[in-house]
């Protein structure tokens, strides 16, 4: 069965980093676009990134451009979020998808507060 679990996130202060992963099983990922997409408390799910299967095209809305960098590893199974200089508005529950987002994991929360 495919499986996406995310991981990382957390409480983190505004203008710091994070980095979220998502390891992926139940299917040949580097055959995959993977997204990351999130969700902030009353609001509904935004997309935030995306990646091709060998890494080199990557994809970001106008609102993230600049602070979030999507990479993968295929030999690991693995995606990432790398996220800089957090502002409050980035408080949102992460999910990893596959590209056509037909599966998505339970989701990694990250709360940006001082």
């Known amino acids: 069965e495919v499986q996406l679990v995310e991981s990382g996130g957390g409480l983190v202060q505004p203008g710091g980093s994070t980095r979220l992963s998502c390891a992926a099983s139940g299917f040949t990922f580097s055959n995959y676009f993977m997204s990351w997409i999130r969700q902030a408390p009353g609001k509904g799910p935004e997309w935030v990134s995306a990646?091709?299967?060998?890494?080199?095209?990557?994809y970001y809305p106008d609102s993230v451009k600049g602070r979030f960098t999507i990479s993968r590893d295929n030999a690991k199974n693995t995606v990432y979020l790398q996220i800089d200089s957090l502002k409050s508005e980035d408080t949102a529950l992460y999910y990893c998808?596959?590209?056509?987002?037909?599966?998505w994991g339970q989701g990694t929360r990250v709360t940006v507060s001082s």
């Open positions: 990646i091709n299967g060998d890494g080199s095209i990557t």
């Open positions: 998808t596959t590209g056509t987002g037909v599966y």
